[in-house]
């Protein structure tokens, strides 16, 4: 038995040009799972000077599907040992085009239906995801649509790299972030709070919704609001009040972001630096650290913290506590604080 009796059961791809005497699907089979980084980057920079020229064999592949039957037949094919044969799995192929498109950046534009409808398909979401964000605004647009898909890792993948585009398509999707702030995964309304933090777009939106999950049942997806908020910077400073109660919460993940958030929105001193006061003394080392940064930066506006600042530089746990509580009590006395002029680094 060997390649005769496969050969019904093969798709027929598209016909396989050659580029520098290779045949472009073993350009791409050197951008698989498997193959070391120093030979996926040669290839891809292989692709890259092909250009929009490889484009449409990539869509090709990627448009093309496969019956249960076929797939059940192609995993037989290669599990079997009474004959050396081997069938590349459509997904395997559709991967490494896909991982192409990802290499190609803004040039694989014209592959982005054929990638949006491969998203839906659910197979392998976050590589997908990965290509539509390389290849910029367009890609990004399909990504915002994607946050609606029911399947909840394609949601997700796409929350996380929206996270990551700070462009002016990434401030269109704020509508589309805060509804999945209200998603039945806890792991997707984090991810979408992270990413309206990274956008920090169109607070009048996204701010409420963030605080409405300052309530929400698993703590990672509280933590994510509370950092996205302070990443918004002073244009939080209506919902301080509002932030300030995660700093009495059980989960040292949640008042640690508290602690930092209120830090960058640097506002309320009346409210906030009685809190970090008392955040002084929590029973999580870092969190004591924190909040000394927190005060450092409301220079003068923490004046009420120096007496306790110059007992913790006596008293302090250990001596890394005790030096930072002497450098933060200059700072405070002397009014050196240091506000962010910028959004704080992703």
């Known amino acids: ?27 791409l ?30 869509v090709q592949i990627l448009e093309m599907r496969e019956s ?5 037949f192609v995993t037989w ?3 079997q040992r009474i004959v050396k044969y081997r069938i ?14 990802w290499r190609l950046g803004p040039v694989a534009k014209g592959a982005i239906p054929a990638l949006s409808e491969l998203l839906a398909v659910g197979d392998f979401p976050d590589p997908i995801c990965r290509a539509l964000y390389k290849i910029g605004p367009e890609g990004v647009r399909v990504l915002s649509r994607a946050l609606s898909d029911p399947h909840a890792e394609v949601r997700l993948h796409a929350a996380d790299k929206l996270a990551w585009y700070n462009g002016p398509e990434g401030a269109l999707a704020v509508p589309e972030l805060v509804a999945s702030l209200k998603d039945n995964d806890a792991k997707v309304r984090a991810r979408a709070a992270q990413a309206l933090g990274a956008i920090h777009a169109n607070p009048d939106l996204a701010l409420p919704a963030l605080v409405g999950n300052l309530q929400d049942s698993d703590y990672s997806a509280r933590a994510t609001a509370i950092t996205a908020i302070g990443l918004y910077r002073s244009q939080a400073e209506s919902v301080v009040p509002a932030l300030l109660k995660g700093l009495d919460d059980t989960n040292s993940f949640v008042r640690s972001a508290t602690v930092q958030s209120v ?3 640097c506002a309320r001193p009346e409210l906030v630096v009685p809190e970090l006061i008392k955040k002084l003394h929590d029973p999580d080392r870092s969190i004591q650290y924190q909040s000394m940064s927190a005060l450092e930066k409301y220079g003068l506006m923490a004046k009420d913290a120096i007496p306790e600042l110059q007992a913790m530089t006596v008293n302090g746990s250990d001596a890394g506590i005790r030096a930072t509580a002497k450098n933060v009590l200059s700072a405070v006395e002397s009014g050196r604080g240091q506000r962010f002029s910028n959004p704080p680094p992703r």
């Not at 390649?3 to 580029?19: E, I, R, S, W």
């Not at 498997?34 to 920079?45: A, F, H, L």
């Not at 590349?88 to 498109?101: E, F, G, I, S, W």
């Open 77 to 79: 094919v290669n599990n």
């Open 29 to 58: 089979e050197d951008l698989g799972d498997k193959i070391p980084e120093e030979t996926r980057t040669v290839s891809g920079k292989a692709l890259q000077q092909a250009g929009t020229n490889v484009v449409p064999y990539l």
């Open 263 to 265: 830090g960058w929105i």
């Open 68 to 72: 249960r039957f076929r797939k059940s």
């Open 1 to 27: 038995m060997g390649g005769g009796l496969a050969a019904p059961f093969l798709l027929k791809g598209p016909p396989d040009p050659v580029y520098q005497d290779r045949p472009l699907s073993a350009w």
């Open 88 to 101: 590349t799995p459509l997904a395997d192929r559709q991967k490494q085009a896909v991982y192409a498109c």
